[in-house]
């Protein structure tokens, strides 16, 4: 297992970028200023041991010297030894609707944003309980399965989207049946699944799901984002409004909060529907939950030591420094005879 320790240097990424496109700006100006002088006929005649491939092979060793050393900077390290804990906690597995309804903007800054920020909330406040993490809109995918390892859980939330899934609706039938698969049935752990959703749910199946999995034990709490009011779906581009989703129709579609669904889901499973428009709220209501759920013992498997491997990337973007200062713009001997660029 790898991870980054210094993260804050990932900006440095940028450079080999800015420095293709200052290349690709430099390579117009020359051939505008060239030719205003001679042809490119001209110009070969006049210069014939200047390589025309010499100048991209440079740029070349330079990105990828820049890139190891970016990577050098960042510092990935290798899990070298891993050891068994043992926690006291419950299986936390949160399903995530990403449909484009989750866009509409009657809770700041946006239903999934909310979503997303109050899922990273809950996280904060846990400490030997187990995450998983399912996204869902006409389809349910997992992102994150079972562990204890917090911060990339946090990673994959942040870069939930709802482009992430192209099959649009909310089918949380699906979302329930794949969290399902995320329980260790040899584990006798308290299994909890939290839906964050608008509840706007396109099939009847939902309250079959959730009957199953009270029948394997999974305890469902829903948490409703969004305003009874409903509201269009904003089309942004640069973060300004286009227009708004419009159905088949050509009419635009309004969306809004269906709490009744998502208290259904819950009540099947005896489990709580939650007001999500308060964070506090909704994080004091989940942390009273977890506290009066039954904690059991398990082993966890953790990396407790990590090994740096800067040095492979340094030494690598060293080496294309290297090359790339021995590469000169005129032609290469042996090559010159070879002709594989056509360089006559």
Do not use: C
């Amino acid at each position: 297992m790898y991870q980054i320790e210094e993260i804050s240097w990932l900006w440095l990424g940028i450079i080999p970028i800015l420095v293709v496109m200052l290349f690709a700006i430099d390579r117009i100006w020359k051939s505008k200023i060239q030719n205003k002088f001679a042809s490119n006929e001209v110009i070969l005649k006049l210069s014939p041991n200047i390589s025309l491939f010499k100048p991209y092979l440079r740029i070349i060793m330079i990105v990828f010297s820049l890139s190891f050393l970016v990577l050098a900077m960042i510092n990935p390290q290798m899990g070298t030894k891993m050891e068994t804990f043992k926690r006291f906690g419950v299986d936390i597995v949160f399903a995530i609707d990403v449909s484009r309804s989750m866009l509409a903007e009657d809770v700041a800054p946006n239903r999934l944003e909310k979503s997303k920020q109050l899922v990273n909330q809950i996280i904060n406040t846990l400490s030997g309980d187990r995450i998983g993490i399912v996204a869902y809109a006409g389809k349910a995918f997992p992102q994150l399965p079972i562990t204890t390892d917090y911060s990339s859980g946090k990673m994959f939330l942040q870069n939930m989207n709802t482009d992430m899934i192209s099959s649009q609706g909310t089918a949380i039938d699906e979302a329930i049946q794949l969290a399902t698969t995320y329980f260790d049935d040899e584990n006798k752990i308290e299994r909890i699944l939290i839906i964050i959703s608008d509840g706007e749910d396109h099939n009847d199946i939902s309250l079959d799901m959730a009957k199953i999995a009270a029948e394997k034990g999974i305890i469902i709490y829903t948490i409703g984002v969004g305003m009874d009011k409903g509201v269009p779906i904003p089309i942004k581009k640069n973060g300004i409004v286009q227009s708004y989703k419009k159905d088949s129709k050509g009419e635009v579609v309004i969306t809004k909060l269906n709490k009744e669904v998502l208290s259904n889901i819950a009540k099947e499973t005896n489990g709580e529907y939650i007001e999500g428009l308060d964070t506090k709220f909704v994080i004091d209501r989940i942390k009273d939950i977890l506290n009066q759920t039954e904690k059991k013992e398990f082993e966890s498997k953790k990396f407790s030591e990590y090994k740096d491997q800067f040095q492979w990337f340094l030494a690598i973007g060293f080496l294309f420094l290297f090359i790339e200062v021995f590469l000169f713009d005129t032609k290469t001997f042996w090559l010159k005879k070879l002709n594989l660029f056509n360089e006559n």
